[in-house]
């Protein structure tokens, strides 16, 4: 019997090695799985993930970045630039139900003993709101409703500085939303 070759698209088989590899690294473990596990589970050449990653690390770090993405569109759709500050804030969602997606890479980075995805995924969530929190300040500042000298910098405290309370996993997750909610709240009055 003769195998005939399927062509793809490079963007589909490159988010088809994607999602193989999430799928590997949560069942057989990031460490114990190599990129010809990743080949092999897709019925395909070592090299044609070569083709598009030149390592595990890399694959990883692109599929971990695509999933950031993912949250950060979810919380950016929930924000209306228009509104006040205050309401944004009042309004911000937890990261639990922006995180409430069933895939491999929500299993991966989530799952208990997995603290070290799950903390890169943070900074990488972290990377990519710091400026559209900094662009959300810029916009309050024009219309009067805060006056701030640095929005850069404000925004990467707003953002990064969210850090240490989220991580605590000796506090409930509501328990830390409304925590943040609070500081963010007096922190914007403090700059009206």
């Not at 024009?142 to 006056?147: C, P, T, Y």
Request: charged letters at 30%.
């Amino acid at each position: 019997m003769k195998m005939t070759r399927i062509t793809k698209a490079p963007e589909e088989r490159r988010q088809e090695i994607i999602d193989t590899a999430l799928k590997v690294f949560y069942e057989k473990g990031y460490e114990k799985t190599s990129i010809s596990d990743i080949a092999r589970e897709m019925h395909v050449a070592q090299g044609l993930c070569y083709r598009y990653f030149s390592s595990k690390e890399e694959l990883f770090d692109t599929a971990l970045d695509q999933y950031a993405q993912r949250q950060v569109d979810r919380i950016s759709s929930i924000l209306d630039p228009h509104k006040p500050l205050t309401e944004l804030i009042r309004q911000m969602p937890i990261f639990l139900e922006i995180e409430e997606e069933d895939s491999y890479a929500q299993k991966l980075c989530h799952e208990s003993g997995n603290t070290k995805f799950h903390n890169q995924l943070s900074l990488k969530i972290c990377g990519k709101l710091q400026p559209i929190v900094e662009k959300l300040l810029t916009e309050a500042g024009a219309r009067g409703e805060i006056h701030i000298e640095d929005p850069e910098t404000a925004a990467s405290f707003c953002v990064y500085g969210q850090l240490g309370i989220l991580l605590d996993q000796e506090v409930p997750a509501r328990e830390r939303t409304e925590r943040i909610r609070r500081f963010l709240l007096d922190l914007i009055k403090s700059f009206a």
